[in-house]
């Protein structure tokens, strides 16, 4: 019974690295492509944020110990 549950439960685990390509579920179609686009993207494409979605942070951050200008938004609670 025990080596039962034991394989039962690496057989699960075995099925949850299984790596197939995605598919839109069954009644459904992929996404109408893009309006100039040449060719409909791939699901790889879709899945990449655009840059937009994860852009680089650009503010400078303190490398020393500095003194910081004064924030004229912090103001005190009224």
Do not use: H, K, N
Request: include cysteine.
């Amino acid at each position: 019974m025990r080596l039962l549950i034991l394989s039962a439960g690496l057989l699960l685990l075995a099925a949850c690295g299984d790596r197939q390509p995605l598919r839109p579920a069954p009644g459904e179609s992929m996404p109408p492509p893009p309006a100039q686009a040449s060719a409909p993207p791939t699901t790889e494409e879709l899945l990449t944020p655009p840059p937009i979605a994860r852009p680089e942070r650009v503010d400078e951050l303190l490398r020393r110990s500095e003194e910081r200008e004064d924030d004229r938004f912090d103001l005190p609670p009224q």
